[in-house]
Each structure stands twice: as structure tokens, then as C-alpha cells.
DNA sequence: ATAAGAATGCTAAGAATTTAGCATTTTGAG
DNA sequence: CTCAAAATGCTAAATTCTTAGCATTCTTAT
């Protein structure tokens, strides 16, 4: 399943040094979930810093209808639960588990504990803060200015970073709509553009990038 | 003109002691800026953080089309530069000013030894940021699950929370238009639909809120 | 080899939005 | 008071997107 978010990827830990990944070792609970299982649901009030230390966490919200959508995926080294600690708020979405998944969790006082101890902590905290909200921002220029076509090329081409197999993109259509917000009907629409326009190819489960440069000098032309 | 992210505010400067504030002083240079004045455009290379001691500043994009896009607009106290201290990024919008306008500024060099000097800035800026970024988070939520009359009856709820007149805000629909990112006719139209319910009455550049708690009622309701 | 499940492709009707243009109403300056 | 500018209201055609449903193609487990 695609991230949303999770763009350039920007994980906490990328940004601690040695010593400050000892500290939120030291201060951390490490807590295993099985894939599929609820870390907690919108509304919750249970403040605290955690990050992911292997697997992955889905977050999105449900709405009154059931339709349920996705906000991010969050990998190894990302945080999050920042906006209980600095923000006061309950969490913002539901946030489950994918795949087998471990997370360290620090607990509001302890928390506190560690920011006076490891001034780096902070620091650490805004760059991966600060990235986020960057890319936030980004994406919803891109919502509202960019057609689908174009969003969706962005989205296999930020995929592409990231695969396994070069010029290629293990990805199903419905994950892909799910993940931009729109129907499949829409997405397979814009993937099939894309594809008349010769710089996709359009597989059983997957994409494929005939060239990573053709794609990207393509979206460059769209996005100004 | 409303504001997009500036939701409840957030600004830095109130999450900063006195002493920090003194400490922000002494390190910045002030810059004065007529209404309309450009700060910087977008993919400038000037890293530093900027607050707004008075006035305002609009951010945007204007795209290959020349089409504007409003992404936020700050008042006083708040701050702005992060991504290109904290994300070395290059100016991600274009910034002017709004009404004569004085801005805090501090170059990179200058911003790193107080954040030295100063624990609490790294507070204060997480702070800051972390609403922001979970602001952006809702208001994309808000984008891709509420139909436009909602959207639009919260903006205006928003607007009514900063109004000077109790129970009207002041606003143009062109504004809000741009504002929410659709054309004007789609929020004439969300508008007339708002007013049929009776939770607004439209006037010639205000609107009216018969009952703000009615509001946030018909508000609540529909975004689960 | 085959059947079941997964994924894609396609269609059609309807809803939401956009652009473009023009008529009408309201305001405020002179 | 009058008139120009600003703002709203309205219309119509074109576009995009959605939902719903079904046919077809591809994959994989048995």
C-alpha cells in the first residue's frame, strides 16, 4: 500500500545521533503488534511520544458513513503522537498496525524527562516535524492545483523511489485510488492517459516505468 | 482576505517566555514592508527564520497557468522559514505583505547560536510547528471527505471566531472562494444552500450567523 | 489443468465543479 | 443625488468524478 505522507521519508530516528538513540532506547517501552491490530483509535487520550521500530502504522479516520480514509503510512524510524505532547490534543486518527510491527513508546513523563536530558532530542524532533509539514503543505497545493493525471503520475513516480524492483511498481489500482483519495474508476482513467502517453505501462498488480527521467521531466511540465 | 492555516492560531511567540522573547529580539533585525510588498518568491535560497512582529503575510503559489493559489496567511507572533533551516529547503512560497507589515528577521547563522543559548526555542518552535502540521493534516481530511457546503460553513465559522463585528463576518465570496480553492460559483452556491438551511443570511460583503452555537451544531453533525 | 480469487477494463447515469458571460443589486465617492 | 465600481445572482455548456455493476484477464493454490 502506497504512503501518502511519508514523502521524501523524514524518520525521527534519521536525525538522532547515537547517544540520543540510546537515551529514547533507554526510555522507551517496546510494545509488539500483530498485523491488522489497533495501536489506538481516534479520541484516545493517552499522551506520549512513539516510534515505529520495525513494521508499519496506517493511520486515517472513519467517517459517520464508514467510508474510511487514509491519511499515512509511517515506516521504521518515523514518530508520531507528537501532537498529544505539544498540541494537547487526542489522537487525531485511528492508527493500526501492518504487518508484524514493534513500537517504542514513551510515556509523557518520561518524555519530559528525556527533552531536558537530550537537548538533541528537540532538535531531532523539528527537523522531522518541520519536513512534515512541508510535505503536507506540498500535497495539498498539489490536491487543489493538479489534475489527477498528474497527481497520480507523482504518486508512482514517489512509489518508484522506494520499490524493490527498479522501473517497476508493485501496486494495485484500488490501493492507489485509496491512497490519492479518489475512485478507481478515476484512477484507472489517469493511469490509462498516462499509459496512451507512453511514459507508463500499466501490469497485473503492478506499474512499470519504461524511464524514471521520461516520468519525471513529464510531472515537471505539469507542475510549474 | 480569510486565512486557511492559521487555524486557532498557534503563533511561536506565545509559547515563548519572556526571556526568550528578549533572547528573539537581540538576535533579529527588523524589516519593514509596505502592503503588497513581496518578502520572498518561491525557490528563493535566503535561509533564516522570519516572525511577523505586525501585520501580515499571505503565502502562495502561482502556477504555470498564472492561477494563485492562497496556502496561508500569518498574523503577529507568528513565524515562518523553518523548512529552510530545518528541512534545507529553498523558499517554498511566495510571501507578501499584508498591510504595512514589520518582520523579525534571523539570518542562520544567528538563529543556530540562539537555539544554542536558548532550550526553550526548540520548545517553543515544536510547538508551533506541530499544531501547524496537524492543522494541515485536518484541513486535508476536511478536503476529501466534506462536501463544499460544509467546508465552506466551517471556514466561515473559523472567520466568525476573528470576526470584530459579533455575529457577521466580514468577507467577500470571491475571497472565499479563493480561499477553499473552488471557483466563486460553487461557493454562491454552497452559500444559498447554507442560507435555505437558515444557519447564515448573506449580505453584500458579510455574512450574517444568526446563531453561532446553531452553526456549530449543523457543523458537528455533518462531520462525524 | 483448473477453479477460485484478484485485478483490470468498461459502461452508463448522475452529481459536483468549472468556465464564461451577463444582469442585477449595493455601496460609497464625488 | 448620481454614477461607477464592487459584489452578488444566475444561466448554460463542458468537464471531472462518483457509484454501481458486470465482463474479462491474470495469478495462484490445489
Not at 171 to 181: E, I, K, R, S
Not at 211 to 220: G, V
Request: glycine share 10%; hydrophobic share 45%.
Amino acid at each position: 500500500m502506497p504512503d501518502l505522507l511519508d514523502f521524501g521519508g523524514a524518520p525521527l530516528m534519521e536525525f538522532a545521533s547515537g547517544r540520543l538513540r540510546r537515551g529514547i532506547r533507554a526510555a522507551a517501552t517496546a510494545v509488539r503488534y500483530q498485523d491488522g491490530a489497533v495501536l489506538h483509535a481516534h479520541g484516545d487520550d493517552k499522551p506520549g511520544l512513539s516510534i515505529v521500530r520495525s513494521g508499519a502504522v496506517r493511520f486515517g479516520l472513519v467517517d459517520a458513513d464508514g467510508t474510511y480514509i487514509a491519511t499515512s503510512l509511517l515506516g521504521a524510524g518515523h514518530c508520531f503522537g507528537e501532537a498529544t505532547l505539544f498540541a494537547g490534543r487526542a489522537r487525531t486518527h485511528d492508527a493500526v498496525a501492518v504487518g508484524e510491527t514493534i513500537i517504542e513508546q514513551i510515556d509523557k513523563a518520561r518524555f519530559d524527562r528525556l527533552l531536558d536530558q537530550e537537548p538533541d532530542l528537540a532538535r531531532a524532533l523539528l527537523k522531522a516535524t518541520t519536513r512534515r509539514l512541508y510535505s503536507a503543505l506540498d500535497f495539498m497545493d498539489d490536491l487543489r492545483r493538479l489534475p489527477l493525471p498528474v497527481r497520480t503520475a507523482k504518486l508512482v513516480a514517489l512509489m518508484a523511489n522506494s520499490a524493490e524492483q527498479d522501473g517497476s511498481v508493485a501496486c494495485n489500482q484500488a490501493d492507489l485510488a485509496f491512497t490519492l483519495g479518489v475512485s478507481r474508476v478515476s484512477v484507472g482513467k489517469a493511469l490509462g492517459d498516462l499509459q496512451k502517453e507512453g511514459i507508463l505501462k500499466l501490469g497485473y498488480g503492478k506499474i512499470d516505468i519504461p524511464s524514471r527521467a521520461r516520468l519525471h521531466e513529464w510531472i515537471a511540465d505539469r507542475s510549474a
